[in-house]
């Protein structure tokens, strides 16, 4: 198909000339700068068939240098190099390379899973101008895409289709969003396993979270540390556990799991087989979150303090983002009543605070489909803490922003202690369409005046990160080069 020339003038202010990524290119008579040069990352992987089929695209209408799955080489890998590169060349004092570097973006394909994974790499570079990032949701749920504005359901993989998303990248606007570190320390077992255990060990899973290296600053000797990172939720319980049937089942028998409409099918069909429908019938009360675990919640500058869970909740969701389980809100907008009452407020992406929220089950999570519905409001809190009982259960489930896994429990001594901590904020892109609202964005806090705050739908409770929390550990192979002054990166 020919390229039309408004075509080929637009994307000019996307392409980044091969030079940029390897000393074997050189370049010549390059006079202007690409106002939004970009970086894609795609799971090919993802949707089916579209994360291929995308990423053929990509590579047709922009330097297919540019364009990486993320099956092939990892994304802080790939920034290592380039951004070693940038500097390299913004010493020779190519002022070229220097602007690509100050207007890069990045736009990321894949579920939500592979987002922040890619959003983790770029927070652990530390730059001192991160790139923002758009996504692109060929997911499931695909709740950051949402969350952003970027929408939910799975794209179109034409040149078309590519060049209205580039034209949305060129017009979205910058937003912060908080992310969140979470670790689990546990006294290494007398016997059996404690490593968190993936769905089949699906590709790519858990990359979000796992062992630190012996060498590792958080090790403690006769502990087992985990460590990761989440930019939407952590959950725990019989949510975590459907989760992980799907993956498991998706794994097994990838030919059913072609689009995202059967996806979600299946993943309903899942919730009933695996008694989230009934769980007082299939789910001992004995797995319960209170029965498993003590929960402690820290406001900013605060002290710990008890977090009461009424005896029922079987799933809580520690949430960052105005979407779940595929654009749902389980926080909603307290009413003035409950904001006066309880110190809540409505759920902001850049407070620092996290939504903590409980389910029953699948059908109080219907309860969301309701206009506005939501969840049991727990708390919010700056910092949260589980402390799980010792010999209460063998194992759990948890999930970190769509990736599952389920968590052996040792049956002696110490508990196990996941502690969740406010890490910082990362740059995102976000179209008129975003649903996530900012303390600074004046227009959020007046909407949230106008009709949007929830009726008195009933709660069933009556009631700075420390210096190891400091990286995610997502990108533990990113290491700039010895002779690179990182702090130049700029």
């Not at 995202?260 to 099918?265: R, Y």
């Not at 820290?298 to 079987?314: E, F, N, V, Y």
């Not at 589980?386 to 508990?415: S, V």
């Not at 975003?434 to 929830?454: A, W, Y």
Request: charged fraction near 25%.
């Amino acid at each position: 198909m020919a390229e039309s020339e408004s075509d080929s003038d637009f994307l000019k202010e996307f392409y980044i000339p091969a030079y940029i990524f390897n000393d074997e290119t050189k370049f010549s008579d390059l006079r202007d700068v690409p106002e939004f040069p970009v970086l894609v990352f795609i799971n090919s992987k993802s949707g089916g068939q579209l994360g291929g089929d995308l990423l053929n695209t990509y590579r047709s209408v922009l330097n297919e240098h540019q364009i990486f799955d993320v099956g092939e080489e990892a994304p802080d890998k790939v920034l290592r190099r380039v951004y070693t590169r940038l500097e390299k060349l913004k010493q020779e004092k190519d002022e070229f390379a220097t602007k690509i570097h100050e207007r890069l973006r990045i736009i990321v394909a894949g579920g939500d899973g592979t987002a922040g994974w890619l959003l983790g790499v770029v927070c652990d570079l530390k730059l001192p101008h991160p790139p923002p990032i758009a996504t692109v949701p060929l997911g499931t749920g695909n709740n950051l895409p949402f969350s952003f504005g970027w929408g939910k359901k799975n794209p179109g993989t034409d040149r078309n289709s590519v060049l209205s998303f580039l034209e949305q990248v060129m017009k979205a606007k910058e937003m912060k969003i908080d992310n969140w570190h979470i670790l689990m320390r546990m006294r290494a077992p007398k016997e059996g396993p404690c490593d968190p255990i993936p769905p089949l060990e699906l590709p790519h899973s858990l990359h979000a979270f796992g062992r630190v290296s012996s060498t590792d600053e958080l090790n403690m000797e006769g502990y087992h540390t985990f460590r990761g990172g989440f930019w939407n939720y952590f959950s725990m319980g019989m949510d975590a556990q459907v989760s992980y049937a799907f993956h498991s089942e998706r794994k097994l028998h990838p030919e059913k799991f072609k689009n995202q409409l059967v996806n979600q099918s299946t993943y309903a069909k899942l919730g009933c087989t695996q008694g989230w429908f009934a769980a007082s019938v299939f789910h001992p009360s004995s797995k319960n979150v209170a029965q498993l675990a003590k929960v402690k919640i820290m406001k900013k500058h605060g002290q710990w303090q008890d977090l009461h869970i009424p005896q029922s909740i079987r799933s809580i969701i520690c949430l960052n983002l105005p979407s779940f389980s595929g654009g749902l809100n389980p926080w909603g907008t307290p009413s003035g009543r409950k904001k006066n009452e309880r110190d809540l407020t409505a759920p902001y992406v850049d407070d620092g605070l996290l939504e903590v929220v409980g389910f029953r089950d699948a059908w109080h999570g219907l309860v969301l489909l309701a206009p506005k519905g939501h969840g049991t409001r727990l708390a919010q809190a700056h910092r949260i803490r589980f402390e799980f009982h010792k010999g209460a259960a063998d194992h759990t489930y948890m999930r970190i922003d769509g990736e599952p896994w389920k968590q052996p429990l040792p049956k002696d001594d110490d508990a196990v202690v996941v502690e969740i901590s406010h890490l910082g904020q990362v740059n995102m892109l976000a179209t008129q369409n975003c649903r996530s609202k900012s303390v600074n964005d004046v227009s959020s806090s007046t909407s949230h005046h106008n009709g949007e705050e929830d009726d008195d739908f009933s709660d069933e409770d009556d009631s700075r990160a420390e210096p190891e929390f400091r990286k995610f550990g997502a990108a533990d192979t990113f290491r700039i080069p010895d002779e690179i002054d990182i702090s130049q990166l700029s």
